[in-house]
């Protein structure tokens, strides 16, 4: 019997032990990818509500993309990162343009009313 028979028949061996074995191998979860490297010295940005802040960082990471190799993972989390960035301002753009959609319909709202106040106090001359 020749070394590759044997560790080959070992390997087949250790295998078929492990399928049924009870006992499940415990891998480490892995860590999000926005915690690695220079995530790790930066504020939670989820939590910002400033757009210029987060347009800000998404400039900061812009710069590090362009100094990156484009088929290296450090590349695929600095842009998933930016489009997670890009993605909270337009939500926040989103909120802003709601926000005076509504501020507008209470002035609407308010000026219905200082009219109906004004129509009812020139009815009750009559």
Known sequence: MSLWNFLGGFAVFSVVCDMFSSK?????EPEPYYRHRDYDTYPDYDAVSDIDEL???IDELEDKLTACDILSDRYDEIQCRIDELQDRID????IEDLQ?????LRDELDDMELD????DDNTEDW
Not at 91 to 94: C, D, H, S
Not at 116 to 119: R, S
């Open 91 to 94: 939500t926040l753009e989103e």
């Open 24 to 28: 499940r191998p415990v891998y480490p």
């Open 100 to 104: 005076d959609e509504l501020d507008d």
């Open 116 to 119: 109906m106040d004004l129509w």
């Open 55 to 57: 347009q800000d960082r």
